[in-house]
């Protein structure tokens, strides 16, 4: 077993905590929406988390470098394309597409937890809004049969983005309790949770319990069981190699 085996990570602890995480290195110059964050200590990858932090101003990004997920950790900002707004705030998000070109502002201090995919493809630019209280249909997937400690959930899906690869996709997710044991997380998942909440307990025998209003994540290679006693709704940001 790895000293520190791949788990969960607590979001909102880790934009908090700025000893925590490593210091981004930019181009000299470079906006501060791309330069001022700290992201979480990973090999190289094709994805990268974590936080950027920006104080009351403005300022202008002329081209996205990959696809990138946003949700306001704390404050509010403001993104400008053309003709079009959207303000975010608090528990807010957005798709930003890779080629993105957008203006900024914060009114105060603004923290932002983001997940970017790396391997994205140059797209049309746009700015996705994720939707609240979407439309939700069944879910294709679901626990794995085999590792069920109670009976099957009922698991509904709506789904806001997908990549052109079809790697990285970000939406709603619900379902009714379970429990299951351990699974390993080929992927990647950020969740921030809508209703109700879950326990999970990893490799190392680590365990946590995220409630709504909670942003965590799943390490890709994670080892972990899930156990929710209530309904469970989540946004949900997946990054799922081929």
């Known amino acids: 077993m790895l000293a520190n085996p791949p788990s969960f990570v607590d979001l909102r602890q880790f934009a908090r905590d700025q000893s925590q995480g490593i210091a981004v290195s930019t181009a000299a110059g470079e906006d501060l929406f791309l330069s001022s964050r700290r992201v979480l200590d990973w090999a190289p990858s094709p994805v990268t988390a974590g936080v950027i932090t920006l104080k009351s101003g403005s300022g202008a990004v002329p081209s996205l470098p990959a696809d990138e997920f946003i949700i306001v950790h704390e404050g509010s900002l403001t993104l400008t394309q053309q003709d ?42 746009a700015i996705v809004p994720i939707k609240e209280n979407p439309a939700m249909g069944p879910s294709a997937g679901g626990p794995l049969a085999d590792l069920l400690l109670t009976p099957a959930p009922v698991c509904r899906n709506h789904t806001d983005y997908r990549s052109a690869d079809g790697e990285f996709t970000c939406g709603t997710w619900d379902s009714t309790p379970y429990a299951r044991r351990a699974m390993f997380f080929r992927h990647m998942e950020l969740m921030f949770l809508l209703e109700g909440s879950v326990t999970f307990v990893d490799e190392a025998g680590r365990s946590a319990t995220f409630s709504k209003g909670d942003i965590f994540l799943i390490e890709q290679k994670a080892s972990c069981t899930w156990d929710s006693r209530e309904n469970v709704a989540k946004l949900y940001v997946i990054y799922r190699p081929a």
């Open 84 to 125: 079009s707004t959207l303000t975010l705030g608090p528990n807010q998000s957005a798709m930003l597409k890779h080629g993105a070109a957008f203006t900024w502002s914060a009114q105060g201090p603004v923290t932002l937890i983001f997940t970017r995919y790396n391997n994205s493809q140059t797209g049309d630019g």
